[in-house]
């Protein structure tokens, strides 16, 4: 399992804080940093999923993949527009305000946080589920419950933002279908902002479950050689033991008493 330092999930926090200083201006990044000053204490334990397997289900794991996401959205949206795509019906504000709160929902309500520890062990030792939805939560699909949290602080979003936050996800949410399986021009797309945010979420996504893969690698390898040491050093003490008891033998032979 990713772990992050006390230091690290500081140090995110620090960078996404700066990232809406950065980016934002006027009445828009004051209220963004009201929003993220309200939820700071939860949102910077929070984790990115419920499952080991998933990405960054550890504590800190929401910031990191939001942190992630962003870099990858600027990077991919650089791919489009250097081969030739429109990119001028949107702003890269736009782009990294839907990145930064496209899982906005994951982290609860106002109150209430979203993924809470799993109380059954056998759950967490035998298939990973460390975290679990808040069954008190009313539900409501990540996007959704984010565009709902949005409201609350009064943050205005434009429509590319709002298109671009419901549909990062593709069609791994099925409302999503009607807006990417549109086969008459009239109701394709009219940016590709958010066929970029979807790429950049699967390149995180993935690339996060491949730390996660690496790391358990590691772990692997260090049970493997652990294993080994103790099987060396029981041979090396058996072995030691046989010819010290070979030494006995030998000595007895050669000056022990005769009769």
Same mark, same amino acid.
Request: charged fraction near 30%; proline fraction near 4%; hydrophobic fraction near 35%.
């Given at each position: 399992?990713?772990?992050?330092?006390?230091?690290?999930?500081?140090?995110?926090?620090?960078?996404?804080?700066?990232?809406?200083?950065?980016?934002?201006?006027?009445?828009?990044? $004051?209220?963004?940093?009201?929003?993220?000053? *309200?939820?700071?204490?939860?949102? #910077?334990?929070?984790? +990115?999923?419920?499952?080991?397997?998933?990405? !960054? #289900?550890?504590?800190?794991? &929401?910031?990191?993949?939001? @942190?992630?996401?962003? /870099?990858?959205?600027?990077?991919?949206?650089?791919?489009?527009? $250097?081969?030739?795509?429109?990119?001028?019906?949107?702003?890269?504000?736009? @782009?990294?305000?839907? +990145?930064?709160? *496209?899982? @906005?929902?994951?982290?609860?309500?106002?109150?209430?946080? /979203?993924?809470?520890?799993? =109380?059954? $062990?056998? *759950?967490?030792?035998?298939?990973?589920? &460390?975290?679990?939805?808040?069954?008190?939560?009313?539900?409501?699909?990540?996007?959704?419950?984010?565009?709902?949290? !949005?409201?609350?602080?009064?943050?205005?979003?434009?429509?590319?933002?709002?298109?671009?936050?419901?549909?990062?996800?593709? %069609?791994?949410?099925?409302?999503?279908?009607?807006? !990417?399986? +549109?086969?008459?021009?009239?109701?394709?797309?009219?940016?590709?902002? =958010? /066929?970029i945010l979807h790429q950049a979420d699967m390149a995180t996504t993935r690339i996060e479950y491949e730390m996660w893969i690496k790391e358990e690698q590691q772990e692997e390898f260090k049970v493997q050689k652990n294993v080994e040491n103790i099987k060396? +050093?029981?041979? %090396?003490?058996?072995?030691?033991?046989?010819?010290?008891?070979?030494?006995?033998?030998?000595?007895?032979? !050669?000056?022990?008493?005769?009769?």
């Amino acid at each position: 399992m990713i772990t992050f330092t006390p230091e690290q999930i500081q140090d995110n926090w620090n960078k996404l804080i700066k990232l809406i200083e950065d980016t934002f201006d006027g009445d828009r990044k $004051d209220k963004l940093l009201k929003m993220y000053k *309200h939820f700071e204490d939860r949102m #910077c334990v929070a984790p +990115a999923s419920g499952q080991e397997h998933f990405h !960054l #289900c550890t504590p800190g794991g &929401y910031v990191q993949h939001i @942190l992630n996401i962003v /870099h990858y959205s600027k990077e991919f949206y650089k791919i489009w527009k $250097d081969n030739g795509a429109i990119v001028d019906n949107y702003t890269e504000e736009e @782009l990294i305000f839907a +990145a930064m709160h *496209h899982d @906005l929902g994951k982290v609860g309500d106002l109150e209430q946080d /979203h993924y809470i520890p799993n =109380p059954s $062990d056998w *759950h967490v030792k035998n298939q990973g589920k &460390y975290f679990i939805n808040n069954p008190e939560l009313q539900f409501m699909t990540p996007p959704d419950r984010g565009i709902w949290i !949005l409201n609350q602080f009064d943050i205005k979003i434009t429509m590319n933002e709002m298109i671009g936050i419901k549909l990062t996800d593709g %069609m791994y949410d099925e409302g999503n279908i009607q807006y !990417l399986k +549109a086969y008459a021009p009239e109701k394709k797309l009219k940016t590709n902002m =958010p /066929h970029i945010l979807h790429q950049a979420d699967m390149a995180t996504t993935r690339i996060e479950y491949e730390m996660w893969i690496k790391e358990e690698q590691q772990e692997e390898f260090k049970v493997q050689k652990n294993v080994e040491n103790i099987k060396n +050093a029981v041979t %090396m003490k058996e072995t030691s033991e046989q010819l010290s008891q070979k030494s006995k033998d030998l000595f007895n032979e !050669l000056f022990g008493d005769k009769e």
